[in-house]
């Protein structure tokens, strides 16, 4: 072969661009995991969020790279389930509220079933068979992976601005605001009160007009609002349901990680779920007593009146899990759980 320095000379190039080439190339196939969050920064679901993301960034030591967003700067959980299923976002943690239009066997956990149980009770069905199940379904229809346990919020209660509600009978004829779901209107349903629906932005107005005269919400939700400034005085501490936030990762992004990096998700959502759940809850008894320094006294029924009540409400279970869809073999299990 005759000596060509023309070739050599671009040859030479065309190696020594490949080799300049090849470690962007490498860096621009590191898997970029977006967190979405509508809480604010000081948020105790959104400080377990951080230190997920911190963690995975930590050990993942360069094969993946974490970029949270929180206060809605990505999306609001009402649209962040759409843009997980496209594509738009890796990752959000919405609330479980935002889920039963998509999974109606999320509903479950609204049930009258739960009316006035503690977190406890909670934890032993949604952290045991039936929430794999769930969570299954939830994988299923939105074609996403639940890497875990699901994070606290906590109790949701009622709250009043006139009346003094000291038992359920008062409840009669009491318009409260409650922010949708047959589930919450099945149950106050049934204890005779007029629930509708509002928007939250709008609370405030229908507050200050007296179109309403009590909230459905948690303690911690009427600190943040400081809803005793809108006229909200007396707090009815009956446990309506339990409040969690769900964690998603998109699951075609999920199947393009390696063993390895799915496994250290999984970990990492692990070690956060536990320190967060006991946080969410001192928040809520902190909350509760910011409640009673600003004025708004609270009523707080016993064990036995809210067992006769949680029957009460149960009445009205069968027509609420036919209009969410709720599979009945589900409601068998769990109440086989509770009533253990």
């Known amino acids: 072969m005759e000596y060509n320095p023309s070739f050599f000379r671009c040859a030479s190039m065309a190696i020594l661009l490949l080799l300049l080439f090849l470690p962007a190339a490498g860096l621009a196939q590191v898997p970029v995991l977006r967190i979405s969050a509508e809480n604010t920064d000081d948020h105790v679901q959104t400080r377990a969020i951080a230190r997920f993301a911190d963690q995975v960034q930590r050990t993942g030591k360069g094969r993946i790279e974490v970029r949270f967003y929180h206060s809605a700067r990505l999306f609001r959980d009402r649209d962040v389930i759409a843009a997980l299923t496209s594509g738009k976002v890796e990752m959000a943690v919405p609330g479980m509220w935002q889920l039963d239009r998509y999974v109606p ?26 929430g794999l199940e769930v969570n299954r379904r939830i994988e299923q229809n ?6 875990g346990r699901w994070l606290d919020l906590g109790h949701a209660h009622l709250y009043f601005t006139g009346t003094q509600v000291t038992s359920h009978k008062q409840l009669t004829g009491l318009r409260i605001r409650i922010p949708g779901g047959a589930a ?7 204890f005779r009160a007029d629930p509708v629906v509002i928007p939250w932005p709008d609370l405030p107005n229908a507050l200050d007009k007296g179109k309403i005269q009590g909230v459905l919400t948690t303690h911690e939700t009427v600190r943040s609002a400081a809803l005793w400034t809108k006229g909200i005085r007396y707090g009815f501490e009956d446990r309506e349901y339990f409040a969690q936030y769900v964690p998603m990762i998109n699951a075609r992004f999920w199947q393009s990680l390696s063993v390895e990096l799915q496994q250290l998700l999984i970990s990492a959502w692990e070690q956060v779920v536990s320190r967060q759940r006991e946080e969410a809850a001192a928040a809520q008894q902190q909350a509760r007593e910011i409640l ?3 004025g708004i006294e609270i009523i707080t029924p016993d064990e036995a009146t809210l067992a006769e009540w949680r029957r009460v409400a149960r009445r009205l279970e069968p027509a609420i899990i036919r209009e969410l869809n709720i599979d009945t073999r589900l409601v068998r299990q769990a109440e086989s759980v509770v009533t253990d």
């Open 142 to 147: 939105l074609n996403v992976k639940v890497p």
């Open 292 to 294: 009673q320094e600003n």
């Open 184 to 190: 919450n209107r099945g149950r106050l349903d049934a």
């Open 105 to 130: 066997d999320t509903g479950l956990y609204m049930l009258p079933l739960f009316y006035g149980l503690p977190a406890a009770t909670h934890y032993r069905v949604r952290d045991g068979g039936i």
